[in-house]
């Protein structure tokens, strides 16, 4: 259960049901937007409630996710690791699905989950996990891991990937904070709670 409280759509304010009216616009993917509450589901709800932050939220989301200049699967990769390295049930979950859909194979799914040495078949998609890593965790990706990701992406795609591996940052500390479960019938990677 979140730490939110229930938000419906019948019970939001203007500013709560236009955020809520963009996710159901721009998240078409998803299939079933709200949880048993009726609140909708992952970052989602904490976006709803804080419309005037929400608003922005979804409009960086949606330049991060559809307007990148990464291919999918490596954008999905990075998305993946910053999941990983926060231990974010919902959003490993989430992207998961999206990162086999790209895919992306299984077991370097599993390793990326696992902390281990992902079997990733190109040098493209080491780089785009070693730079996520390195930023993740020091701050600061080292000039090898620099000078490889320019190498297989260029600058700009470099840009995209930071900002991708940022937002993803704080959308993970959106959903650990408030304890965002994943859907029922979900299996949890490292053991947090399902709703």
Known sequence: MSRLPALTYDDTTDAQRAVWDRVAETRSGLTNMTDENGSLYGPFHAMALRPHLGEHMLELGHAVRFESSLPDHLLEIAICA????????FEFWAHRRLAQAAGVDEAVLDA??????????????QAVHRFALE???????????????????GHESVIDL???????CQIC????????GLPAGADPVWGGPAD
Request: net charge negative; charged share 15%; aromatic share 10%.
């Open 173 to 180: 500390f959106i959903l650990n904070a408030t304890q965002v």
């Open 135 to 153: 930023l993740l965790d020091a701050g600061h990706p080292s000039p090898e891991a620099w000078e490889s990701v320019v190498d297989h992406l």
């Open 82 to 89: 910053v999941g990983a390295r926060w231990t974010s049930e």
């Open 162 to 168: 930071t900002v991708t591996i940022g937002y993803y």
């Open 112 to 125: 990326i989950a696992s902390g281990d040495a992902p079997p990733f078949t190109s040098e493209a998609e």
